[in-house]
């Protein structure tokens, strides 16, 4: 397993729907300036110019219906251009990388809720992005009743089409919450599962806690 190179850090925030990665993100990326970091932010899908246009084509509701395969692949698509372009880069200045998901939603998506065989995906993370892991992996984990609710209410606010996840059944955002947590049992030293059914103020705090404690 190739961990995250260079000399920076690569902290991922992984969760269901409206878990609150968003706002811990601006949250950490800010308490983190302020301590002097250099911190880069970004996101899956949609982390370069090219990913943006496959997160509008994966996340869309209009006219999109993809096939579990297909979704895969534009998934590693997205991952390979963000890696190789955009990650990678900014560790080898030195700097935190904070990224709003990274494979673990793979495995949990497409493999947890579509039901693709998590062995491929680890196989194509292999092969196609040399076994690039993040140093440390937050889980902000919220029951997806909670999280659906507050993810449609944002939704329903903006301008932006991208509820197709969040029109799924709950069935499926229960088995993206279980696989989130079975990765977190099973790479406990790499991850942490933060209750993100709390106050705003509570979450960010454990997450800031446990980023700083891996960046020593
Ligand atoms: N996907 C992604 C895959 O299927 N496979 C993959 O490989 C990858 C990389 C990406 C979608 O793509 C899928 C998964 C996703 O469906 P996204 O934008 O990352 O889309 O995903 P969302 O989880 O839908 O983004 P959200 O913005 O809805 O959720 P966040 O970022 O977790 O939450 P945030 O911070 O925006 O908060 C959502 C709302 O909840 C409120 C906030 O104020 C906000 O209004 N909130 C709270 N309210 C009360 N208490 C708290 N503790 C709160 N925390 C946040």
Do not use: C
Request: charge should be negative; avoid cysteine; glycine fraction near 12%.
């Amino acid at each position: 397993m190739a961990e995250a190179g260079g000399k920076g850090h690569f902290i991922v925030l992984e969760g269901g729907e409206g878990a609150g990665k968003t706002g811990a993100i601006a949250f950490l990326a800010a308490e983190l300036g302020a301590r002097g970091h250099r911190v880069t932010v970004t996101r899956e899908p949609g982390g370069t110019p090219e990913g943006r246009a496959l997160r509008h084509l994966l996340l869309s509701e209009s006219g999109n219906d993809w096939a579990p395969m297909a979704e895969l692949l534009l998934m590693v698509a997205d991952r390979v251009q963000h890696v190789e372009r955009v990650v990678k880069p900014a560790l080898t200045r030195g700097e935190v990388v904070i990224s709003d998901r990274y494979v673990g939603s793979t495995i949990a998506y497409q493999g947890g809720g579509r039901g693709i065989d998590a062995a491929l995906i680890l196989d194509l993370h292999a092969r196609l992005l040399d076994d690039f892991w993040p140093d440390l992996t937050l889980v902000l984990d919220v029951p997806p009743e909670v999280g659906l609710a507050r993810s449609r209410a944002r939704l329903a606010q903006g301008a932006v089409d991208e509820g197709r996840f969040e029109g799924l059944d709950l069935d499926f955002h229960r088995r993206v919450r279980q696989s989130f947590l079975d990765q977190a049992a099973r790479a406990e030293r790499f991850a942490r599962v933060i209750d993100a059914g709390r106050a705003v103020e509570d979450v960010q705090g454990d997450a800031l806690a446990a980023v700083l404690d891996r960046l020593g």
